[in-house]
Structure formats: C-alpha cells, structure tokens
C-alpha cells in the first residue's frame, strides 16, 4: 500500500512509547486506518534513554492529581504487561520487587520521615527501614546508610523492550508506520485538521495526535495552544554486574541504580538544559558515578560499558498535555510527559482513547488538557 495516498483515520506524529501505546489502544478499539509517521526509528528517542523506574510513590512529596494519575497507571501496568505478552510472546520484564529509597545524611533523613508519614496518612503502602534492615534486604548498601523507606507496589520496566512489545503488537493490529519521514506541519482548515504535511507529501486524516516528545512544539502552529515543551537532557550510565548486585531499585536524592535481568545494572542521572544536544559529557559521568558508589561501593569494581543521554519532554509546567484541543477539531496532545512517560504509558493511551473514540473528557484528563496554554501569538 502506498500509504502517503490513503487517508487516515487517525495520524499519530512520533513514535515514542506514547505515540506507540496510543496507535495500539486505537487499534483495539477497532479504528482501522491508524498511521505513525516517525523522524527516525521507533522508540529511539527518550523512551529506549530511559530507566524503566514505575516509581510515583518513591518520588512524590503530595498526593495531588498528577500523582494520582501516575499511582492510576502503575497499577495498570500488570495487566498491561500481560496482554503485551499475549500479543506479542514478549515479556517486558515487569519487575515486582519494589523500590528502595536510601538516606545517606541526616537531611536525607528528614526527607525520608516526610515522606513516609504523608504516605502512610494518605493509606499508601510504604515500609520504613533501619540501616540494618535496609542492608540485610539488600547487602551491596553501602556502610554508610542511615536509613530507608521500601515502597513494594513501585516497580520497574525494561523500556527497550516494551518498545519492542508495543511495535509487534502494532503490527499485528495492521496500524501503519512510516519510519524516516517527519511531519512539518499540520493542516487546518476551518477549524478542522484536514492532514499532515510531511518530508514525503501530504497526508490526509481525520485526526491527529501530537505524540512529538521532546520536539512537539516545532510542529505547533499560531493556531493551536502551545505548551512549550523542551528538552531536558538526562544522562545515564551502564555497568555489567554478572551477577546482578541488588534485585530493588534503589534510589538516593542523589541518584537511582536499576539492576536489568541481562546482568546491566543503570545508573542515572542528570537533568540539565542543554537544548536538543544529546552528547553524554564528562561532569555528566561523574555526578552519576559518585551518586552511585555512594549507594554501593560494590560499583566500584564493576565494568562500566555504556553511557547514553536522552531528552525528556517537559511543558512549561511540567505536567503532561493530554487531551484534545477546543480550539481545532480534530487534533490531540499526547505529550509532556517529561520524567514519567515510560510509567503513564497504560493511562495516557486509555484516556486518549476514550477522547478520540468516545468524545468523552474523562475527569482525570480536565487539568492535563492542552487549552489551559495560550494560544502561540504571531507578531
Ligand atoms: C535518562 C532518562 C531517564 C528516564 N527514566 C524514566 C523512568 O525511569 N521512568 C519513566 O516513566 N520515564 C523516564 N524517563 C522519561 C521518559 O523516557 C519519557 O517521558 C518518555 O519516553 C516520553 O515518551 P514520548 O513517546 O513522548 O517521547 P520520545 O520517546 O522522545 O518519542 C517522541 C518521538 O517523536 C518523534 N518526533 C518528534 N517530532 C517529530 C516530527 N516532527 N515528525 C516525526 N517524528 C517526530 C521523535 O523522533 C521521537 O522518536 C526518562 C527519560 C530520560 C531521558
């Protein structure tokens, strides 16, 4: 099939875990023409960068609705993970062993009590360590450690191959991928998006959802909300630990290691504005590095056989965009989703499903709509 000659149904452009996540939940819900129209390779951008960490409890200071949504979607994932694995015979490696979060000072320390005393308030389920616990859970701890919080239902992923899983299942589903074609433009007529304009042509749809990631807001227009996402580049580091050295996440407010099943144990990372550069540099390595051998010195000795950077995608607000737009029929955001796409990959696609397929504004979705940004204006 040609597939720049058809017309769509629905355009998704970008084909991160989110583009990739929602092309899949439309497909399910039986639309037929679905197109991902992606720059480069699927998932080659933030979403294979990043860590895999499901961990909203371990990061959050408030149980607002941002932290809902993220705790919504980490208790997708099981399900999740097993229909991927129906579809696909790929396991992406959910694990269930939970997070740790280590204090190393006393300032650690008192963040640590905050959090825990504002989660056990709320009825979330969080453990508190003494150093000792924490080393008998896990022995590579540094001697260090004065204490620590266990978070059983925060989880991990490995990213890679949830891409993978989300591209087979695509294919299956017969949703239709461009690969090395970018899209320019959108095109708007009447207050109706009429189709895309691509390296390869025109394509004409129905709808479009902007899955852009990082780069979304050079395909927004003068006429639709822009909500400023840049890059922020996080870096990371990939030892060999064979055998793998902690079976938890363990993170520090310095730093996180995530030990993978095929003996790499990542550590991470950095959060810098350096624009859409994407070199690893040297300050970079080394904050990493002194994160992690101050959660176990055991690192010290293990081979370190890669380093990468990634850019994740962060609104002026930093909360995700999702949702469709007042202002242009036709057209949703997917997007924003900054630290935690890799987790709101369940919830996004479900909530854009049921605004693409059912019309319907679900109550999670109203404070992460793309109109609470201006307009972009045009001097
Ligand atoms: C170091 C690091 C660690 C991270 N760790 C975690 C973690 O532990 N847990 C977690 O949940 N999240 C994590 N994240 C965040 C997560 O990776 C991102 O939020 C997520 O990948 C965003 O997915 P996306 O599909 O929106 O973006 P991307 O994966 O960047 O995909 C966007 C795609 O759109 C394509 N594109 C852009 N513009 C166009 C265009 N005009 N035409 C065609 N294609 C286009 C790009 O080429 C790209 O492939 C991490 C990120 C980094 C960098």
Request: with cysteine.
């Amino acid at each position: 099939m040609n597939a720049l000659s058809n017309t769509f149904d629905v355009a998704i452009i970008g084909g991160g875990v989110i583009g990739l996540g929602v092309a899949r939940a439309l497909a399910q819900r039986g639309v037929r023409d679905v197109l991902i129209v992606e720059r480069s390779s699927l998932g080659a951008e933030a979403s294979s960068a990043a860590a895999g960490m499901l961990a909203p409890q371990a990061e959050a200071d408030t149980a607002d609705d941002f932290f809902q949504l993220c705790c919504q979607s980490r208790d997708l994932y099981p399900a999740f993970a097993q229909s991927l694995y129906a579809e696909t015979g790929i396991d992406i490696e959910l694990e269930t062993s939970g997070t740790l979060y280590l204090a190393f000072t006393e300032e650690d320390e008192r963040e640590l009590v905050k959090r825990y005393e504002w989660q056990t308030r709320a009825g979330l389920e969080v453990e508190q360590l003494s150093a000792s616990t924490a080393k008998l859970l896990e022995p590579c701890i540094s001697e260090r450690v004065c204490a620590g919080l266990r978070f059983p239902l925060d989880t991990q992923v490995e990213n890679r191959r949830l891409i993978s899983a989300l591209a087979t299942a695509n294919e299956a589903l017969g949703v239709n991928v461009l690969t090395g074609v970018s899209v320019d433009s959108l095109n708007i007529k009447r207050n109706r998006v009429t189709g895309i304009e691509t390296s390869r042509g025109f394509v004409a749809c129905e709808k479009v959802v902007i899955a852009g990631g990082a780069w979304t807001s050079q395909v927004i227009n003068e006429a639709l909300p822009n909500p400023r996402i840049e890059p922020v580049r996080g870096q990371m580091v990939s030892f060999e630990a064979t055998p793998q050295i902690t079976r938890h996440v363990i993170y520090s407010p310095r730093g996180y290691v995530v030990p993978r099943r095929d003996g790499r144990l990542l550590a991470g990372s950095t959060t810098e504005h350096a624009g859409f550069d994407k070199r690893v540099t040297a300050a970079g390595v080394q904050s990493i590095v002194t994160s992690a051998l101050e959660i176990s010195a055991s690192i010290a000795r293990l081979p370190l056989t890669s380093t990468w950077a990634g850019l994740r995608p962060r609104a002026a607000d930093g909360l995700p965009v999702l949702g469709p737009c007042a202002e242009i029929a036709g057209v949703f955001y997917a997007t924003g989703h900054y630290r935690n796409g890799i987790l709101l990959t369940p919830i996004t696609a479900e909530l854009l499903v049921r605004a693409i397929v059912d019309e319907e504004v679900s109550p999670p979705l109203q404070i992460f709509l793309p109109d609470r940004f201006q307009l972009v204006t045009v001097s």
